[in-house]
């Protein structure tokens, strides 16, 4: 069962898990960058209108879709 590890052993462990979890976020983050560059690449053209336009009906879209979700767990 190991319960009276030594200190070093602990702090080695949390020292790994730290490095795991820097590498995860790092990959996360470069994914995020990567799909955001892609997207301004692609609506760099677009007349402001329609990008207002889109912004509007999605956030407007998952709104209905909280409330949706709100009224179904209160019934």
């Known amino acids: 069962m190991k319960l ?14 730290d490095e795991t979890a820097y590498r995860i976020a ?18 760099d053209g677009l007349p402001r209108w329609v990008l207002l336009s889109a912004f509007l009906s999605y956030f407007l879209s998952i709104g209905a879709y909280c409330i949706y979700l709100l009224v179904q767990a209160l019934n």
């Open 4 to 17: 009276y590890r030594k200190q070093k052993d602990r702090k080695h462990e949390q020292d790994e898990q």
């Open 26 to 43: 790092m990959k996360i983050v470069k994914g995020q960058q990567r799909v955001a560059s892609f997207l301004n690449k692609k609506a």
